[in-house]
């Protein structure tokens, strides 16, 4: 596996690649960049690298702007000393979220993630091998079909912006701020949606990770979310919720 490293601070790239070598000596540092100008100009004139790791903020912005840009898709590391930009992280191939200084057992977490879902196919013999050792992925439900009276309509898993329950009743609202009611309780949901893009914040709302605008504190340690589409009833987690879906967030579940 070939690594790109993108960090404004050279004592940084230091310290992450001594880590990289003790908890992954057969990964490869193939690159270093401390701009977003240097970044763009080494991934045109190079093949890109199998992972990136990135500090989210470096000296000419920030470092998402590369990666929304590519031709093809380069699953990301992000790396940042606060948690404001982990939401928008995992809008651009953002595959796990490191608070700085990082940790090298959190780093040897976020790289061992890759190994499972990118792990990079040689021959026959270590295909074979990787299937002993990669646990199965549960496949999650992609499509649903939605009674609208007398009409069916199907409705796709990345068109849903939130589900609810109102007067007892479930409903699902998509990014195009069309409301369906539905038979399906939010438990079935709960178990059928992929839990890397949707999370139960509190007993009547699924939300959507593309659908969380803003985010606020709330009383008793509770997080108060602006949805996208705006939503007519009240959207915090519940306290129980809160520490799982902070985790969530930073993609550690």
């Known amino acids: ?16 690649k001594k880590m990289l070598q003790k908890i992954a000596p057969d990964k490869k540092i193939i690159g270093s960049c401390q701009t977003i100008e240097q970044a763009s100009q080494w991934l045109n004139e190079h093949e890109y690298p199998d992972l990136a790791i990135s500090n989210v903020q470096l000296s000419d912005g920030l470092s998402f702007n590369i990666f ?3 031709e093809r898709k380069i699953p990301v ?11 928008d992280a995992f ?27 990118f792990r990079t196919k040689n021959n026959e013999a270590q295909q074979k091998q990787q299937l002993q050792n ?15 009276g007398s009409q069916m309509k199907l409705v796709f898993d990345h068109e849903i912006a939130y589900i609810f329950i109102e007067n007892k009743a479930v409903f699902i609202t998509t990014f195009e701020n069309q409301k369906f009611l539905t038979d399906i309780s939010l438990e079935n ?3 059928k949606l992929n839990p890397q893009l949707f999370f139960r914040i509190n007993r009547q709302l699924i939300v959507n ?21 705006v939503s007519s009833f009240e959207t915090i987690t519940s306290f129980e919720r809160t520490p799982d879906f902070k985790k969530w967030l930073l993609g550690e579940q």
């Open 209 to 229: 990770l593309k659908a969380i605008r803003k985010m606020a504190p709330a009383s008793k340690q509770r997080i108060k979310l602006n949805l996208n589409p």
């Open 77 to 87: 590391i992000y790396m940042c000393a606060f948690d404001k930009y982990a939401l």
């Open 91 to 117: 809008k651009v191939q953002g595959l796990h979220y490191l608070l700085k200084p990082v940790k090298q057992n959190e780093l040897k977490d976020a790289i061992e993630r890759y190994n499972v879902f």
């Open 134 to 148: 990669v646990p199965t992925l549960k496949k999650y439900q992609e499509r649903f079909i939605i009674n609208t």
């Open 1 to 16: 596996m070939n690594i790109l490293i993108l960090d404004d601070q050279p004592n940084s790239t230091d310290l992450l």
């Open 189 to 191: 949901f709960e178990a």
């Open 68 to 70: 929304r840009s590519l």
